[in-house]
């Protein structure tokens, strides 16, 4: 058997060849949802509002994470300056050191991702507080944090599909930017700022 032939997997059960049809999305869009649905409806949210709290008192906000966990903390700094917060997200060359009192949001499903790890410990290192989102609340990214928010999703290596029938981590990562998005409205609501003065700090460089 050659290198190409064992390194294919096997997709005889992965359907029948059939063309998409519109049932197909329907069914796939009411899967998603629903699992988003019922992870964000078991989390704890008296652990989001202690980080919400973190955030508020915050000279500054970093994020980090890797991949589409990370790509989701991106759009979670964008909100964040758009409340006024000094927000970067880790490995951006303008992104200055964390302090004292800074906050880092860090995201990883299995929490031992090495990047995110690294920097969790080196902002904890420096006196910053760590706000750890994961599905594991014994990794080593929950223990460093000052809060750890736990997602009950899959993560990445969960190919029985035990608890998400999605592919690799997208459960988690849905869930990441669902979560995030809710933290900022519930900052944004509390703060009693109107729309329009979040608006005239968003970018104009465009």
Known sequence: MSRLSESTPDRSDQGTGEKPEARHFSDATSLLTNEVSQVVGKVDAEAWARAAALL????????VGAGRSGLALQMAAMRFMH????????????TPAI???DVLVAASGSGSTKRVVTAARTAS???????????NPESDLAGLAAETLVVPAADKQDFEGTTSAQYAGSLFEQSVLILSDALFHALW??????????????????
């Open 99 to 101: 302090g004292s009192g």
């Open 189 to 206: 609501q509390t703060s009693g700022s109107q729309a329009q003065e979040l608006w005239r700090l968003h970018a104009n460089l465009e």
């Open 125 to 135: 290192e420096q006196g910053a507080h760590v706000l750890a989102i994961t599905t």
């Open 56 to 63: 508020l008192d915050a000279p500054a906000v970093f994020t």
């Open 83 to 94: 409340l006024g917060k000094s927000a970067y997200v880790v490995g951006e060359t303008t």
